[in-house]
């Protein structure tokens, strides 16, 4: 495997994976799952763009998967919002996997500086063991 460096664009951090989409996806439930966190939902949101793209009007493949798993941490959870009730905003937290002509990617978004960089560095642990960085 090459040497994977986070990527930062339009906000997010990502991570390439060296493997096939859905061995991405287990990888990441895995490092959720293995922290004693419970992961909330998976959204499907390759499937719906390229479902939904005829809807509106477009013949764009966007990715030719994306899904987001979305989960939180009553623990840092509760951390964060103790010090500023506002950081609700964020919460649930995600990571996402996508991928777009062979290529898997695995990342999250960035977050504000202060109590917020304990949720980035927890999402950072979970993608960077997912990845196998």
């Known amino acids: 495997m090459g040497l994977a460096l986070p990527a930062f664009a339009q906000e997010a951090v990502t991570h390439a994976f060296d493997g096939s989409f859905d061995d991405a996806t287990f990888a990441v439930e895995s490092a959720i799952v293995g922290r004693g966190l419970v992961i909330d939902y998976v959204s499907h949101t390759g ?78 642990s979970i993608v960077v063991e997912a990845a196998g960085d």
């Open 47 to 124: 499937e719906m763009m390229n479902r939904t793209g005829a809807d509106v009007g477009s013949d764009v493949v966007i990715f030719d998967n994306a899904d987001i798993f979305l989960f939180c941490s009553a623990v840092v959870s509760r951390k964060v919002m103790e010090a500023d009730p506002m950081n609700i905003a964020h919460c649930p937290y995600s990571i996402f996997v996508t991928e777009k002509d062979g290529e898997v990617l695995i990342g999250h978004r960035t977050y504000p500086d202060g109590p917020m960089q304990e949720v980035q560095a927890l999402l950072d």
